[in-house]
């Protein structure tokens, strides 16, 4: 599976963005798919993960701005972000949750999201 985000900008202090990562390949849809994000000198981070039938999981710090969801169809997972805080600034990247080594799919080149007014 190889996988493509997009969707990252420049967006001020309280604004919102919509990620989109399509990934091409068998499996994609069936498997549980997460969103990370990595910050300039900081470990890659997850954020947020669905299940292929949906049920979510959040970190503290984003839970009740953002919201993940998927299109198993269109091989597609989404981040909405809203009321977005300057400390969300960092390169944000989707993958299998908690994978390490073989067992992520290709990183991709991530897309940036900047927040800052």
């Known amino acids: 599976v190889q996988l493509q985000a997009s969707g990252g900008g420049l967006v001020q202090p309280g604004g919102s963005l919509r990620l989109s990562c399509e990934g091409s390949?068998?499996?994609?849809?069936?498997?549980?798919m997460a969103w990370y994000r990595q910050a300039p000198g900081n470990l890659r981070k997850l954020v947020a993960s669905?299940?292929?039938?949906?049920?979510?999981v959040y970190i503290d710090s984003v839970r009740g701005r953002f919201t993940i969801s998927r299109d198993n169809a269109k091989n597609t997972v989404y981040l909405q972000m809203n009321n977005l805080k300057p400390e969300d600034t960092s390169v944000y990247y989707c993958?299998?949750?908690?994978?390490?080594?073989?067992?992520?799919?290709?990183w991709g080149q991530g897309t940036l999201v900047t927040v800052s007014s």
């Open positions: 993958n299998r949750p908690y994978c390490s080594g073989s067992g992520c799919y290709p």
């Open positions: 390949g068998n499996g994609f849809s069936t498997n549980v």
């Open positions: 669905i299940a292929s039938g949906g049920s979510t």
